[in-house]
């Protein structure tokens, strides 16, 4: 806290999410004062209403599999039916425990919590109802909100990942639009727990933002769960007549479900907040920013999904802390986007680093690629599971990509976000030991291959 009520602050936090308390967090830890701003609960979207929940959806889901799938293993074991209840009650308990322990955490860091909706009264200051919040710093991490279609409008049986999130009851045919990030997850947990599912996506795979590889395997392995897809079709339209929403596509043809998720990504939050009048730039809604997250007025800086760029919770939390320290005069390095980590939970999970084959060919011309099937893993092999890592890497040069498909194989990604980031060669991961038998393994055995040393490796 300021000594006094006429002393700004250090740093005035806009937004509590997880670019916004993890700036708070770590600045009270450099001794700066801290005010954080938070309309709704401390811990934003992704502790609340997306990361957190959905993840465990996820895991409810893998245990409905499992209970379906145990003769596959030799155990005697019946599906018999999705309590929801029940897994809003395990999903909340989880949410709640975080949230609990978040809470504490900035209660006795000395961050001063401002409950109330915030808006940019000036470069230096934040007014919370009728309250003049100033500081020498201010840290705008408003967030995002689910997008939908021009004429697609929310409501009854069409939903976003909000709405969905808690629904009391199985629906028996989902229609998905969107088959990026958040729509395979979804369309991953509606399929275990018994829905019929169908995916729409106007662009020409699943994931289109992942190695083409990924999008294919993923794609056979949905075919496999039964879950269907329409890539490369666009949305006309959906109408909600009695208990059916019709989804129609571009021409003509139309699908019947009880359920339309709306998955077509998120729109940043900076509407009506005074960015503008502030004299902050906002381009089509987002915050534009230097390397420095700096934004074109002096000391007003921007986190998370309000910034150009990836939206995932942990580069906001990088973000907040490397605006903290930028702010205690560290000069901390960059976060940059590439050396990000990315996972996809849907089952089979997809965990990737760096840059596709098609990206690094354009980046590098000559590259080599090596794709190390699990077929060839212990590990995955007693899971049952189907997939490969892929390596990307200059001709003779560093692994700039490392893309992973299978069960479990997000739990992988931090070994290649370390490989990539730290510009290593084949050779030198080939040199380093992997626990047998681990899916970890794979990742080493890809290395092996690609040094020219392949050992479980069929060619
Ligand atoms: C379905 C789904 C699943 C996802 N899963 C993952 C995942 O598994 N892993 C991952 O890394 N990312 C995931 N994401 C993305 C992740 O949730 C976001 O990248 C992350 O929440 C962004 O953090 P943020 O701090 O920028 O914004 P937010 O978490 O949205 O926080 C912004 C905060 O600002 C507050 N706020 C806004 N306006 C005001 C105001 N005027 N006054 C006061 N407070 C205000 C909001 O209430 C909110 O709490 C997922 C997204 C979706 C939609």
């Known amino acids: 806290m300021p000594a006094d009520a006429d002393t700004p602050y250090d740093v005035v936090v806009l937004g509590g999410g997880s670019g916004g308390y993890a700036c708070a967090l770590r600045a009270a830890e450099l001794g700066l004062s801290v005010a954080l701003v938070e309309k709704g609960k401390l811990g934003g979207t992704c502790l609340h209403n997306v990361c957190i929940p959905t993840k465990a959806l996820l895991h409810a889901a893998e245990v409905a599999d499992s209970a379906r799938e145990g003769s596959r293993f030799g155990i005697k074991t019946t599906f018999e039916s999705v309590d929801m209840s029940g897994v809003h009650a395990y999903k909340d308990g989880v949410v709640g425990r975080l949230y609990k322990g978040l809470q504490g955490l900035v209660s006795s860091r000395s961050i001063e919590f401002v409950q109330g909706t915030g808006r940019l009264g000036g470069p230096d200051t934040v007014d919370v109802d009728g309250r003049r919040i100033t500081g020498r710093n201010v840290v705008l991490a408003t967030g995002s909100y689910a997008k939908s279609l021009p004429g697609l409008e929310i409501g009854g049986r069409i939903m976003t990942s909000d709405e969905a999130l808690t629904i009391d009851h199985v629906p028996a045919r989902v229609v998905v639009l969107g088959g990026g990030v958040i729509g395979v997850e979804f369309a991953s947990v509606f399929r275990s727990f018994g829905s019929e599912v169908t995916i729409v996506e106007a662009l020409p795979r699943l994931v289109a933002a992942e190695d083409e590889a990924i999008s294919t395997q993923l794609q056979r392995a949905f075919r496999k769960r039964g879950i269907a897809f329409r890539t490369g079709v666009r949305f006309a339209g959906a109408r909600q007549e009695g208990d059916v929403v019709t989804v129609g596509l571009e021409g003509g043809s139309t699908i019947e479900a009880d359920l339309l998720l709306v998955a077509v990504g998120r729109g940043p939050s900076t509407d009506g907040l005074g960015y503008e009048e502030a004299g902050v730039t906002v381009d089509r809604g987002l915050v534009p920013t230097d390397e420095r997250l700096r934004t074109n007025v002096p000391n007003v800086y921007a986190v998370g999904d309000i910034v150009p760029g990836l939206q995932l919770a942990h580069r906001g939390f990088a973000q907040g802390i490397f605006v903290a320290e930028e702010i205690a005069g560290l000069s901390p390095a960059p976060v940059e986007d590439r050396g990000i980590p ?118």
């Open 342 to 459: 990315r996972v996809t939970y849907c089952d089979p999970e997809i965990a990737s680093v760096g840059l596709t084959e098609t990206q690094a060919r354009e980046a590098y011309g000559e590259i080599e690629t090596y794709e190390y099937n699990l077929g060839g893993n212990g590990k995955s092999q007693i899971l049952q599971t189907q997939g490969f890592v892929k390596l990307v890497s200059e001709k003779d040069g560093p692994i700039v990509g490392v893309h992973m498909i299978g069960a479990r194989m997000g739990e992988q990604v931090g070994e290649a976000q370390l490989i990539v980031n730290w510009d290593a060669f084949p050779a030198d991961v080939a040199g380093l030991v992997h626990a047998h038998p681990t899916q970890n393994e794979a990742l080493g055995e890809a290395h092996l291959a690609l040094a020219g040393k392949p050992l479980h490796a069929h060619a």
